[in-house]
């Protein structure tokens, strides 16, 4: 269960590593700064919008969960490509 700012990055670090990706590999398919990113598994990132939600979240008794989904290649123009079992 992700209750904290740096519970998310922690859960991002750890999904990074497992999927084998460096700091700048992700950065990069994400579109964000190689520094962003290490703030952000750090728990330093956007904080203040992030630990607003989690907060928001924890008042209602609810909890961030992440689960696994299609990720579009790097060489994908359809990032939607894929996710409809008619390939539409």
Do not use: H, I, N
């Not at 398919?29 to 290490?38: F, I, K, T």
């Amino acid at each position: 269960m992700l209750r904290t700012v740096r519970d998310v990055g922690a859960a991002v670090r750890r999904a990074r590593r497992e999927a084998g990706l460096t700091q700048q590999a992700l950065a990069d398919r994400a579109g964000v700064s190689r520094q962003w990113l290490s703030r952000v598994e750090a728990g330093k990132g956007p904080s203040a919008e992030m630990g607003k939600v989690l907060d928001v979240l924890a008042a209602l008794g609810l909890a961030v969960d992440l689960v696994t989904t299609p990720v579009a290649e790097a060489t994908d123009d359809d990032p939607f490509a894929g996710l409809f079992e008619d390939g539409s």
